[in-house]
């Protein structure tokens, strides 16, 4: 990226930490919980745009580093993400009907509940 490109980036990135200033005050206080349990400060914000402007609107590097760290913390050798609950839900139901669980494995007629 050319030294233009990576200022305007960074002109960018700045004014978008002043707009969450002024129009979305950090709602990171004790006793608020979200209607959509999302709880986005002005770092994610940054985080998006800055994904954004990479042209990494899915995936990339932010997401590498999270499934590494919460592969770390899980003491796990791996820990991927998906793009959706939903689709987090089909794979946790697909994993559940493996043969490698043996008699544990989910069979025709169980419940499932999420």
Do not use: C
């Amino acid at each position: 990226m050319n030294s233009e490109a990576q200022s305007l980036k960074q002109q960018i990135l700045s004014l978008s930490k002043k707009y969450y200033d002024l129009a979305r005050p950090d709602v990171r206080r004790t006793g608020y919980i979200p209607v959509s349990g999302k709880v986005l400060g002005s770092q994610e914000l940054s985080n998006m745009m800055e994904a954004s402007l990479d042209m990494w609107l899915t995936g990339g590097r932010f997401n590498e580093k999270f499934e590494r760290a919460f592969a770390d913390f899980l003491g796990l050798k791996h820990a991927f993400t998906t793009t959706s609950g939903s689709s987090a839900n089909l794979l946790a139901v697909s994993a559940l009907t493996s043969y490698r669980l043996g008699e544990r494995r989910l069979q025709k007629g169980d419940e499932v509940i999420t």
